[in-house]
């Protein structure tokens, strides 16, 4: 079958560095993406990676390993309004769909 | 640029009552759309998706019901509520060929009494 793995919490403190890991078995592959969703809000778009590699936005920065079939989210200088779930996602090979991991909601301490 | 929006934010129905979410994409054309719902502190579940006008695929058989009348809008319906339809529902879009980067609506909060 066709599933992603995320931790399903991760805590940290602020101003410090967190990552956090999504393992994915898939029939294809298009593409790894990130989502961040704070509660009551709906998820919004983070990174998207479809080569190996370190990608970097401000403060975020997601890798792929398309050999490993693993990607992290990284995020450095940790704040308060960081506090939120995140979500990995890939397209299905065989149609339209957006198969989606769990979610891990990351806890951040002052 | 892409907009995407969705109403209402919040609904109150009592059971038994019809249900119609709208969403309306702006700024591109022939996107993919997707409705989900997703319980308190849970994941995504995927209730319908389309590629184009008129083609809906269902990924979970109930008392939802999905309509694309027009290229960039998306309906999701229901004749008579359950109170198990509560929940938060998402309305999604994704440019075909750019792999899981979909982008969502502010969703709509429906309580069912």
């Known amino acids: 079958g066709q599933s992603l793995e995320q931790p399903s919490e991760v805590t940290a403190v602020e101003g410090a560095i967190v990552q956090i890991n999504c393992t994915y078995q898939t029939s294809g592959f298009y593409g790894l993406s990130w989502y961040q969703q704070h509660d009551g809000g709906a998820p919004t778009f983070l990174s998207y990676n479809a080569l190996d590699g370190l990608e970097e936005t401000g403060r975020f920065s997601s890798f792929l390993s398309r050999s490993d079939s693993y990607g992290y989210l990284l995020l450095q200088e940790l704040q308060m309004k960081d506090s939120a779930s995140y979500f990995c996602?890939?397209?299905?090979?065989?149609?339209?769909?957006?198969?989606w991991g769990a979610g891990t909601k990351l806890i951040i301490k002052p | 640029s892409q907009t995407i929006h969705q109403w209402p934010a919040t609904l109150v129905q009592p059971v038994g009552s019809p249900l119609s979410l709208e969403c309306t994409v702006e700024g591109t054309s022939n996107p993919n759309l997707y409705w989900y719902r997703q319980a308190a502190g849970r994941g995504l579940q995927l209730l319908f998706y389309?590629?184009?006008?008129?083609?809906i695929s269902s990924e979970v058989p109930q008392n939802l019901s999905a309509s694309r009348p027009q290229d960039r809008q998306f309906i999701l319906s229901s004749k008579k509520l359950l109170l198990s339809d509560s929940g938060f529902y998402l309305c999604?879009?994704?440019?075909?060929?750019?792999?899981?980067?979909?982008?969502f609506g502010q969703g709509t909060r429906l309580t069912v009494v």
């Open positions: 996602a890939v397209r299905d090979r065989g149609n339209y769909q957006l198969i």
């Open positions: 999604a879009w994704r440019q075909p060929g750019q792999g899981a980067r979909a982008f």
């Open positions: 389309s590629v184009g006008i008129g083609q």
